[in-house]
């Protein structure tokens, strides 16, 4: 099959020949139609993420038709059209993952080929109203930003602010929230963003790069109840200013850094609550389709590439300025 590898840190992905994958009993073997970029694969990359090993097929995100099964896997598995949940191994707690929780793609071979076997617990038939393209761009950003939503407690009528909304997981984590019936805010560094999101639904959308943005949404909107935030750094300070007495704020990333000063004095006094939030357990994935059906929600592709060009793919989430997902395309 062709895939695309990690081989060295600094280096682009290796795209060329590789064995086919072996399934083993319990799993199935997916033939790939798509696959979808996540900030952890620029982070692999990089050399920032923990447990990364050279010779390693890269992604997390992918959708395709099973074509054959391992023993113990029925065969009527065969020809369905799914999706697959990257986050293996979450374990029996729903409060936080086991030790031995895994993401496809680093340390496990990922969904940048043509062909991966995975265990039947991890797929899930596609919702039959998304594409190829859409629903590879589904799985970690729509479980990340579902789970994300859902510990940040939004309900109709909350006054929800997502950060950095040009993100993935920002833009997953709008659409279940408007679909709870949550007024939603945004933030960007791009006016063009704001607009698109306001188009969307958000009633309305800041730059964080304004110094004085949290006093624009004080002024406007008041206290915001629910924040959702990937960006922490120094714009964190803005997101306590902005926070409702009894406020949570679902911190799921930090693209911008680790905050240095965290004002303890607007955390206690307006008792808000701090909440950290990661992928998310079997139950999530499975409660967040059922939400994508139920609201024929449609995550959004920001652009796609060939198999061949991942590393263009992986420049233009490098640059940021992707809208929404960057898709390959697996023919
Ligand atoms: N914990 C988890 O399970 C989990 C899962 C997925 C992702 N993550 C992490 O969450 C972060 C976002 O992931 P993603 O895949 O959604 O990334 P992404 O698609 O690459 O989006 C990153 C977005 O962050 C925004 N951003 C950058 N600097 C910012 C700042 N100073 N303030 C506010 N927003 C800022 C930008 O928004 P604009 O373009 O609008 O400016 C950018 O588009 C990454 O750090 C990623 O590693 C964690």
């Given at each position: 099959m062709r895939a695309a590898v990690f081989t060295e840190i600094n280096q682009p992905l290796h795209v060329g020949q590789q064995s086919d994958p072996q399934v083993s009993a319990g799993e199935v073997l997916i033939q790939l139609k798509a696959a979808a970029l996540n900030r952890r694969d620029y982070w692999i990359t990089r050399g920032m993420y923990p447990g990364i090993q050279a010779n390693v097929v890269q992604g997390s995100d992918g959708a395709g038709v099973v074509t054959a099964v391992g023993a113990e896997?029925?065969?009527?598995?065969?020809?369905k059209e799914v999706v697959i949940n990257?986050?293996?191994?979450?374990?029996?707690?729903e409060q936080f993952q086991s030790p031995q929780f895994h993401i496809l793609g680093m340390p496990q071979h990922g969904t940048f080929a043509e062909l991966i076997a995975v265990p039947l617990e991890s797929v899930y038939e596609k919702p039959?109203?998304?594409?190829w393209r859409q629903a590879a761009a589904l799985p970690l950003a729509g479980v990340t930003a579902y789970r994300a939503v859902s510990r940040g407690q939004v309900i109709a009528d909350s006054l929800v602010l997502i950060n950095g909304i040009g993100g993935g997981v920002a833009l997953m984590a709008m659409q279940f929230s408007l679909a709870l019936g949550a007024q939603v805010l945004v933030t960007s560094s791009s006016q063009e963003k704001l607009d698109q999101a306001c188009a969307e639904g958000a009633i309305a959308g800041f730059?964080?790069?304004?110094?004085?943005w949290g006093k624009q949404v004080l002024t406007g909107h008041?206290?915001?109840?629910v924040i959702i935030d990937g960006a922490g750094g120094s714009g964190y300070k803005t997101l306590l200013q902005i926070a409702a007495a009894g406020g949570r704020l679902v911190n799921y990333g930090s693209t911008a850094g680790t905050?240095?000063?965290?004002d303890l004095f607007k955390l206690f006094w307006k008792q808000l609550r701090l909440i950290g939030s990661t992928m998310g357990s079997d139950q999530d994935f499975q409660e967040m389709l059922a939400c994508v059906n139920q609201h024929q929600l449609v995550p959004r592709v920001d652009s796609v590439y060939a198999l061949e060009d991942v590393n263009q793919a992986m420049k233009k989430l490098e640059t940021g300025q992707q809208f929404g997902k960057v898709v390959l395309e697996i023919e």
């Open positions: 896997v029925s065969p009527d598995w065969i020809g990257p986050g293996l191994n979450w374990g029996a707690e039959t109203h998304l594409d730059l964080y790069s304004d110094s004085d008041g206290p915001v109840n905050p240095e000063n965290v």
